[in-house]
């Protein structure tokens, strides 16, 4: 890292207020914190699949079983019934009608990736072979074995959260910092400043 720069790199939340201290109450958390830190918040496959549901009915199923009901309930929103057309529109409905403006806003800030000194950040990682100035998002947001199989040097070491690890993994080319916190109840935020890396755990079951 630059001088003077010190970066905390929290892996994914999943909604867990509770370990943070993709629920309401967690995006009301982060935009309260922005205000008063210099936050980069990036994007995530479920932040993607969320808000494409807004528009796109046929994600709607798919994200309901990806934590979407969940959702849905911390905005206040119940489903009613069983899963057909009908009950889709009105969810879209109701959820756009609940999700406030700077939702709307936090969302649509959400960068793709980030990079400081020798570190690129990305939610799932980066295809191998691609420079990291043209990196896809739907390789930023998914991508899984390829990116994990790979030992090529990627230009930077990529931190990365989206499959889930028992501990931090880190690697020549990659630092892996989800830790499941949805399952396990274990939030990790990667330290890194100068040449030093430490982490920082929080657990609640």
Known sequence: MPAGVRIYAVGDIHGRLDLLDES??????LIMRAETSECVFLKGNHEQIAISCLRDRGLFERWMRMGGLETLMSYGITPEGRSDDRQIIRLQAAFH??????HFRFFRD?????ACGDFFFAHAGVKPGVPLSHQKESDLLWIRAEFLSSVQDFGMIVVH????????????NRINIDTGAFATGRLTCLVVEG????????QNR
């Not at 309401?24 to 958390?29: K, L, S």
């Not at 959400?110 to 980030?114: A, K, N, T």
């Open 195 to 202: 040449p030093e890396l430490s982490i920082i755990d929080t």
């Open 24 to 29: 309401r109450e967690t995006i009301d958390r």
């Open 110 to 114: 959400l960068q793709g990736s980030f």
């Open 97 to 102: 009608d609940a999700l406030p403006r700077s």
């Open 161 to 172: 959260g989206h499959t889930p690890t028992h501990a931090v993994d880190v690697g020549p």
